[in-house]
């Protein structure tokens, strides 16, 4: 019972939640305002958020009928039987609790208005799966992981430390940078799960434009990620432009693999691909740090 709540967490995609925070201490430390409370918080507010999210998805595309038994991708713990709907629509609402619990920790640092921000990411968290136009059944899952993922917690681990929008401009475009690679952890989700995407008429961006677009869209988003942070590398020093350097060959090397592997193989490339992302603002949180 233990390993299935694990694998319903989905640890391989946790790095994607992490790296957001990690960068917005980065952008912080740039600022000379890092400080370590509001990221410690801001670091659990984003954990909880995804494991709500991964779990809502889960119940939801069962209660749907999205998903079927001996799947590719993750093992569905509520399809399998190997966990109940009711334990798992209870474990999604009880975790999205946690995460307001952290939200409410976090208006100590800041002004009222990050209230409004909170109860939008608990709404994006349901609204991904659930509802009456689930995100990740209408191709704008990517959309959303660029904002929830990269622009929202860059953006607001930086100014919950910083209480100011100095900056601005840097901080938000490696915001968007973290929330483009972030969405190519979906991508490679719904690369392995194409056909079975298709059959029960989930419209992601890969059933929308085919896996050789997408394929390229993952390498060039990788490319654009780094591209649109050159005045960030501007003000680190000469030695940081290794980052993006380091990240891209990873990158590179990731992208080769995924176009000549498919179904459960891709399970491992998508762990890849989130840990590429966390290495790249541990090196950016370096960068900036020293």
Not at 7 to 35: E, H, N, W
Not at 144 to 167: K, M, R
Not at 231 to 248: E, G
Request: with cysteine; net charge positive; proline share 4%.
């Amino acid at each position: 019972m233990l390993k299935a709540w694990i694998g319903a967490m989905r640890l391989r995609t946790l790095p994607v939640s992490v790296a957001g925070v990690i960068a917005g201490c980065g952008c912080a430390f740039l600022l000379d305002s890092f400080k370590p409370v509001p990221a410690v918080l801001c670091l659990f507010f984003a954990v909880f958020a995804q494991i709500a999210a991964n779990f809502a998805n889960e119940y939801y595309d069962y209660k749907n009928g999205i998903d079927k038994k001996g799947r590719a991708g993750f093992r569905r713990s509520v399809t399998e039987g190997e966990i109940s709907p009711g334990a798992m629509k209870a474990a999604t609402y009880i975790t999205l609790a946690f995460a307001v619990a952290v939200g409410c920790a976090m208006l100590y640092f800041g002004p009222w208005w990050l209230l409004l921000v909170g109860i939008v990411i608990v709404l994006f968290a349901l609204a991904y799966s659930a509802g009456p136009y689930p995100l990740s059944h209408h191709g704008l899952g990517d959309v959303a992981v660029v904002i929830f993922f990269g622009v929202v917690p860059v953006t607001l681990t930086c100014f919950l430390q910083t209480a100011s929008w100095t900056s601005l401009c840097d901080v938000l475009m490696t915001s968007v940078a973290v929330g483009l690679l972030a969405a190519n952890v979906l991508v490679v989700n719904n690369y392995r799960d194409m056909e079975d995407d298709a059959a029960v008429g989930k419209r992601t961006t890969v059933v929308i434009f085919g896996r050789r677009a997408m394929s390229g869209a993952y390498l060039l988003t990788g490319i654009a990620a780094m591209a649109i942070m050159y005045h960030v590398w501007s003000l680190l020093p000469l030695w940081a432009l290794a980052v993006p350097a380091i990240f891209l060959i990873l990158h590179v090397r990731t992208w080769l693999q995924l176009r000549k592997t498919k179904g459960a193989a891709l399970n491992p490339l998508l762990g890849k691909t989130a840990v590429n992302l966390l290495i790249f603002s541990l090196m950016f949180l370096i960068a900036s740090v020293l």
